[in-house]
């Protein structure tokens, strides 16, 4: 290996794992290095990545905000939200508001979510605050609702990539996280009351028809939010109990083009619950194939136990990776 990349190895990865030692290579072992060597570059793939999706969802966010909202006044849910209801109200400029609104969100994700993401949080909140001072974006559209849709969908995708860089531009998903730890509600839920707070607000103080406008924006928002996040395809885990298990095993494999894990399992049954061995098969597939699959699974046996959930994500194996997988 190159002493140089060499160097580089020893001062970030190797040290960062406690492995310090003289200034001497030679106490490095060639599969230590090497193996150092990979995790950095591992490391430095996923940084590049998070930079870009980041720099991509700051100028989405950023058309969002300059080239659709401030124009008719709407507001969105959350940070942003509070944000763009000040702004109509003191007519302070948006940059400092996302930046003054934003600083509690990463005092407190740095005591829920770690030092690291606050620090890539707060880099991304400067840097949207930073695009908006200086970037001048056309006014596209004074339609109402051409407003409201598309500056919900640019202002979603924004916030969308920037999740899928491992930070946030709006952090009230960051309290939404911490008060569901406190009360035990569901995220959800409290992210509901937050909004309903918001555009009750939005109602009194900028009017009936301003609050209906902001709220489309909002669901355009979240539903964009859910595409980029999410994926264009929902994951569903099956888990299948039969006595055929490796011919639906060998079916899954060759016909779906998908790879199995098998379980050992115990199988009860019979108004005494006689126990017998039995082999559990799970696997991960698309909504669009869970039709096929359990069509192959009747042909085999039609009285197999399959059950089926949703999965949020997946990394590796034979399933398909979707865009932008972080």
Excluded at 71 to 82: E, Y
Excluded at 84 to 103: D, E, F, K, R, S
Excluded at 152 to 163: N, P, S
Excluded at 265 to 280: A, F, L, T
């Amino acid at each position: 290996m190159n002493p140089f990349w060499t160097q580089i190895i020893i001062q970030t990865t190797l040290k960062h794992k406690g492995k310090k030692r003289t200034n001497s290579l030679q106490r490095y072992s060639d599969f230590e290095l090497a193996k150092a060597y990979r995790e950095f570059k591992i490391t430095l793939k996923r940084y590049i990545k998070d930079v870009i999706l980041i720099t991509i969802g700051i100028f989405s966010a950023s058309f969002g905000f300059k080239g659709f909202l401030l124009t008719n006044n709407f507001i969105d849910g959350g940070a942003t939200g509070i944000s763009l209801l000040i702004l109509a109200l003191t007519h302070i400029p948006l940059y400092l508001l996302i930046i003054a609104v934003n600083i509690p969100f990463i005092i407190l994700a740095y005591h829920v979510m770690g030092k690291p993401f606050a620090f890539k949080t707060a880099l991304s909140i400067s840097g949207l605050a930073l695009v908006l001072a200086t970037v001048t974006f056309p006014n596209v559209t004074n339609d109402n609702l051409l407003v409201a849709i598309f500056g919900g969908f640019f202002l979603g995708a924004g916030i969308g990539f920037a999740i899928r860089g491992g930070a946030v531009i709006d952090g009230t998903e960051v309290l939404a996280i911490f008060l569901s730890r406190k009360l035990g509600a569901t995220i959800g839920d409290i992210i509901i009351a937050i909004n309903v707070l918001i555009f009750s607000a939005a109602a009194y103080l900028l009017g009936v028809e301003i609050a209906l406008y902001s709220l489309i924006t909002y669901l355009a928002a979240s539903k964009t939010l859910d595409f980029i996040v999410e994926g264009i395809e929902e994951y569903i885990g099956v888990t299948i109990v039969s006595t055929h298990s490796e011919e639906i095993r060998l079916m899954i494999i060759s016909k779906m083009g998908r790879g199995v894990t098998v379980y050992s399992g115990k199988r009860g049954y019979g108004k005494r619950g006689e126990i017998k061995d039995v082999e559990i098969i799970y696997t991960v597939i698309t909504r669009l194939e869970l039709n096929k699959l359990t069509t192959e699974i009747e042909k085999i046996e039609p009285t197999a136990f399959v059950v089926m959930n949703s999965v949020k994500d997946t990394k590796g194996g034979m399933i398909k990776r979707r865009p932008l997988d972080h």
